[in-house]
């Protein structure tokens, strides 16, 4: 039978107990709920920053209308708003593909410093071949070239940022194999915040850097370094992508 959902309160207040802030027979006091739950938040935000802590990819679906080169996600309360919010900011992007009457044209990511700096049409229209991702501060764009000469539905595969957690709120956007290095993740930060950073042992340490490798592991980011890629967003692709 599945384990009920462990609440946001019972998480924080469990990793209080790691650094010995609390017992299960001694309530938080003061803010300390609150702080938790808002150093747990910097936490998920912070793992949005390249997508290595965050382990699981989703799939997003777009439909590209003519001539429209980019798509934005992010928040809702983002102003102006994002074409994409159910999803929140992209973090890091793995595949990305267009699809035309049930034919599929995986696009090339492209680095924003080798696209900038290459030569191209910039207004053309065809088949988009190459995407690019530009990252801001609150959003995410992405960008494919060239722009499409007609509908295409753009699929975006990747990790995006985690949503924020309220005290009213379960653990349930995460992954159960996921609590544990967060409860040790959260209590480290926290010894910090209370004062208490000799109560994060060494044996604490090797316990948390422990958890954090398997989490890393998990996660699907490709953390190969590309060397000696051509860029080749003109010639022949260009004459390709105009069909």
Same mark, same amino acid.
């Given at each position: 039978? @599945?384990?009920?959902?462990?609440? *946001?309160?019972?998480? !924080?207040?469990?990793?209080?107990?790691?650094?010995?802030?609390?017992?299960?027979?001694?309530?938080?006091?003061?803010?300390?709920?609150?702080?938790?739950?808002?150093?747990?938040?910097?936490?998920?935000?912070?793992?949005?920053?390249?997508?290595? +802590?965050?382990?699981?990819?989703?799939? !997003?679906?777009?439909?590209?209308?003519?001539?429209?080169?980019?798509?934005?996600?992010? @928040?809702?309360?983002? !102003?102006?708003?994002? $074409?994409?919010?159910?999803?929140?900011?992209?973090?890091?992007?793995?595949?990305?593909?267009?699809?035309?009457?049930? *034919?599929?044209?995986?696009?090339?990511?492209?680095?924003?410093? #080798? /696209?900038? %700096?290459? &030569?191209?049409?910039?207004?053309?229209?065809?088949?988009?071949? &190459? *995407?690019?991702?530009?990252?801001?501060?609150?959003?995410?764009? !992405?960008?494919? /070239?060239?722009?499409? %000469?007609?509908?295409?539905?753009?699929?975006?595969?990747?990790?995006?940022?985690?949503? $924020?957690?309220?005290?009213? #709120?379960? +653990?349930?956007?995460?992954?159960? &194999? &996921?609590?544990?290095?967060?409860? /040790?993740?959260?209590?480290?930060?926290?010894?910090?915040?209370?004062?208490?950073?000799?109560?994060?042992?060494?044996?604490?340490?090797?316990?948390?850097?422990?958890?954090?490798?398997?989490?890393?592991?998990?996660?699907?980011?490709?953390? #190969?370094?590309?060397?000696?890629?051509?860029?080749?967003?003109?010639?022949?692709?260009?004459?390709? %992508?105009?069909?």
């Amino acid at each position: 039978m @599945p384990q009920p959902t462990q609440s *946001v309160r019972e998480f !924080v207040s469990d990793s209080y107990q790691i650094i010995s802030a609390s017992t299960p027979t001694v309530p938080l006091h003061g803010n300390d709920l609150s702080k938790g739950i808002a150093l747990l938040n910097r936490l998920l935000s912070q793992y949005s920053a390249n997508g290595l +802590m965050i382990t699981v990819s989703k799939q !997003v679906d777009f439909t590209l209308l003519t001539g429209q080169g980019s798509v934005t996600f992010g @928040p809702a309360t983002f !102003v102006p708003l994002p $074409d994409i919010t159910t999803e929140g900011r992209l973090a890091n992007l793995e595949n990305a593909w267009v699809t035309l009457s049930n *034919v599929t044209y995986p696009l090339i990511q492209e680095g924003r410093n #080798d /696209f900038f %700096s290459s &030569y191209k049409y910039e207004t053309l229209l065809g088949l988009p071949r &190459y *995407v690019i991702v530009k990252p801001e501060t609150n959003i995410t764009t !992405v960008q494919v /070239f060239p722009a499409p %000469s007609q509908s295409y539905e753009l699929s975006i595969y990747g990790k995006f940022q985690l949503t $924020d957690l309220t005290s009213n #709120d379960d +653990m349930s956007t995460l992954p159960t &194999y &996921y609590y544990l290095y967060l409860q /040790f993740a959260l209590a480290k930060y926290l010894a910090v915040y209370k004062g208490r950073i000799s109560a994060w042992t060494p044996e604490l340490e090797d316990n948390y850097r422990v958890l954090k490798t398997d989490m890393e592991a998990a996660s699907s980011q490709n953390l #190969d370094i590309m060397i000696n890629r051509e860029s080749f967003l003109n010639g022949a692709n260009r004459v390709r %992508s105009g069909i």
